[in-house]
């Protein structure tokens, strides 16, 4: 499998897994600002939509977002306990955290990340990203990840959405749930592995 990625995107969501899978797989880096692979390779070319994630199979078939990847990923390794059965009310509660993330807290971040954004609108989506923020600290008061005591999918995808604040001005101090949650992810084997793959720790 080939993964192409821009380091800290959220593609280091699908890092994470595929490091917890121990599935072998070829990191290739496609940075999201210029589109250019190392060799010259217009990313382009490969994938038309131009962002990351993108998993290339080894027979050829692509996926290209990331909560699917992520959900393929953990269906190849079930032993690794990356995500509940197919047809549990597990998976669809993984399933909900997964669009949750995706659609509350990964986009809310994109006008924070739009050059020439106006500040009323940065404003905006800092608000609702509290917002949503404070919600998932409530959530995490008891637990040590979003299904319990297992890592699962869902865990890499939120530690890599909440990576970003650091970068846009919004503060994580007010949330020592999250901030602990982060903690104990942060600290996992292979989730340092990813974060040194895609040079963000040392």
Sequence with gaps: MKLYYSPGACSLSVHIALKESGLDFVAIAAPTKT????DGTDYYAINPLGYVPLLVLDDGNQLRE????VQYIADQVP???????NGTF???KLQEWLTFIGTELHKGFSPLFTPGMPE???DMAKTRLASRLQWLE????NTHYLM???FTVADGYLFTVTNWPQYVGLDLSAYPNLLAFRSRVSARPKVIEAMKAEG???
Excluded: F, T, V
């Design 148 to 150: 319990g005591d297992i």
């Design 200 to 202: 963000l720790i040392k």
């Design 90 to 92: 597990a998976r669809y």
């Design 66 to 69: 990331g909560p699917a990847i």
């Design 138 to 141: 409530g959530e995490l008061a």
């Design 35 to 38: 589109h250019k692979l190392a």
């Design 79 to 85: 032993s690794k306990n990356l995500a509940p059965s």
């Design 120 to 122: 009323e609108a940065r």
